[in-house]
C-alpha cells in the first residue's frame, strides 16, 4: 500500500487532498477490489492493462478518496 498527497485540476478540497494505491496479488484481486471500490463512486481510469505492462484502474469511492488499484504479473 502506499499514500500520496495530490492537488487536482480543481484545485485544494480538504479532505480528497490524497490517493491511496493497492497493489494487489492477482488478477482476481484487483477486478474484485476495483469493483466494489466503485459501487457509489466514480471512474477515474478503467481498469485495463497500462503502458508499463500492469493491470491498473483509478476510482474515487463513494466517500470521494482517490484508490488506485496495480496488479503487476511480473512482480508477483
Request: aromatic share 14%; hydrophobic share 40%; net charge negative.
Amino acid at each position: 500500500m502506499m499514500a500520496s498527497d495530490l492537488v487536482g485540476h480543481d484545485g485544494y478540497t480538504q479532505g480528497t487532498n490524497f490517493g491511496i494505491s493497492i497493489n494487489c496479488s492477482s488478477e482476481e484481486e484487483v477486478n474484485t477490489l476495483f469493483e466494489k471500490f466503485s459501487e457509489g463512486g466514480k471512474i477515474l481510469d478503467p481498469i485495463k492493462v497500462q503502458f508499463w505492462g500492469a493491470i491498473f484502474g483509478v476510482v474515487t469511492d463513494k466517500f470521494g478518496i482517490k484508490w488506485m488499484f496495480n496488479y503487476d504479473k511480473t512482480m508477483a
